[in-house]
């Protein structure tokens, strides 16, 4: 009995000797498996701080000093007179004014240059806050892994007007360098003359430049009557523009203007009611064109679709306009939080 007693102890101690084994064993070879099994955690857990990191810095984006607001704008709609205001204020307001020069004065950029572009804009923070503006086509920033795109803004003119001031301009240049000689100079033809003799200088397609600049970059956008390339254009004024305004009323798109964006564009609309220099760059010598030309215009559909365009252009405006006051049209519109909850 005792002997038998004593080889149950004997047991005991190699079963518990066993177990105690086990025991170390499995710790020893658990902990390399939760080693492995913490690798990737920790990796998670590492991007879930760079990712809390990344959220910082977005909630930290100084959305004032990192401003960039881009003015694709077409030629002769008075885009000099308003990028004129902004180099005359840049100084005073603490912002940067550059021209974008395209080699041969094309409004569409190669694709290398497009890559550039967008990321030279982005990364140049020594110009931020920054006004771009250049004679390109809409381009989508949001195609080229760019976190903050810019604010574009935009001013359209009557069709016919436009081609008529460009019309003159290439022939007479304007008050702003008079004395520069332009492309058409000694071309004494008028514009009516032009549209009876049907010369290529008047034709209804190169009224064709308002709608592939809101258009953007697609081939189509640069096929005269294009109706995909006109709802795109209409599609990218309200979805993708910042605000449009239209050359006749210049000041209430630079009120606007200042009213939005205060940090670049404080005190232009004085600087626009009094400065002398707000209707500078007249084209000379420009004719009215005479009834008879003015109807045979408006019977090409290049000219109904960019003036259906400019007139979606404007009622945009008009809208915007209207909604920056109350009802009423005397009080400027407010808004606030109430009801904030839990307290
Ligand atoms: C753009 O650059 C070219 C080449 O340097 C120059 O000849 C041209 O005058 C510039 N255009 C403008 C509008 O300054
Ligand atoms: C942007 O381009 C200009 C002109 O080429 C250059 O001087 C500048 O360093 C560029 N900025 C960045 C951030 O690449
Ligand atoms: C414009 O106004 C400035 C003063 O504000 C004046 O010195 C200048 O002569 C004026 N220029 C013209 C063309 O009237």
Redesign the pocket.
């Known amino acids: 009995m005792r002997k038998m007693l004593s080889t149950t102890k004997q047991w005991l101690f190699l079963f518990a000797a066993v177990c105690l084994m086990m025991v170390i064993g499995y710790w020893v070879l658990g902990s390399e498996v939760k080693i492995a099994a913490l690798k990737p955690i920790t990796k998670l857990q590492h991007s879930a701080t760079a990712l809390e990191g990344s959220l910082l810095t977005v909630d930290n984006f100084d959305y004032e000093e990192q401003l960039v607001v881009l003015y694709n704008r077409v030629p002769k709609t008075g885009s000099t007179t308003f990028v004129n205001i902004a180099y005359d204020l840049c100084k005073r307001n603490r912002f940067h004014v550059l021209h974008i020069n395209i080699t041969a004065n094309s409004h569409v950029l190669s694709l290398p240059n497009q890559v550039s572009f967008v990321?030279?804009v982005t990364?140049?923070?020594e110009m931020k806050p920054a006004l771009y503006h250049g004679h390109v086509a809409y381009l989508d920033f949001s195609k080229f892994q760019i976190a903050h795109n810019p604010i574009y803004i935009n001013i359209v003119r009557k069709p016919l007007d436009r081609l008529v001031s460009y019309y003159y301009f290439l022939r007479y240049g304007d008050n702003y360098r008079p004395n520069l000689v332009r492309k058409k100079a000694g071309n004494k033809i008028t514009f009516d003359e032009c549209v009876k003799l049907k010369q290529p200088d008047c034709d209804p397609k190169n009224m064709w430049l308002q709608i592939p600049f809101f258009c953007g970059h697609a081939a189509e956008c640069w096929e005269p009557g294009s109706q995909w390339a006109l709802d795109m254009a209409k599609t990218n004024l309200v979805n993708k523009y910042f605000l449009v305004g239209v050359t006749e009323q210049m000041e209430d798109f630079v009120d606007l203007l200042e009213r939005s964006l205060p940090r670049m564009f404080h005190g232009f609309r004085e600087y626009y009611q009094h400065s002398n220099k707000s209707n500078l760059r007249n084209t000379l010598n420009k004719r009215p064109p005479s009834e008879t030309t003015v109807a045979a215009i408006m019977e090409s559909k290049i000219w109904k679709m960019e003036t259906e365009l400019y007139e979606f252009a404007l009622a945009q405006f008009e809208f915007t306009k209207r909604k920056l006051m109350q009802p009423d049209k005397k009080q400027i519109q407010r808004f606030m939080y109430e009801k904030v909850k839990p307290k």
């Open positions: 990321r030279n990364k140049w923070h």
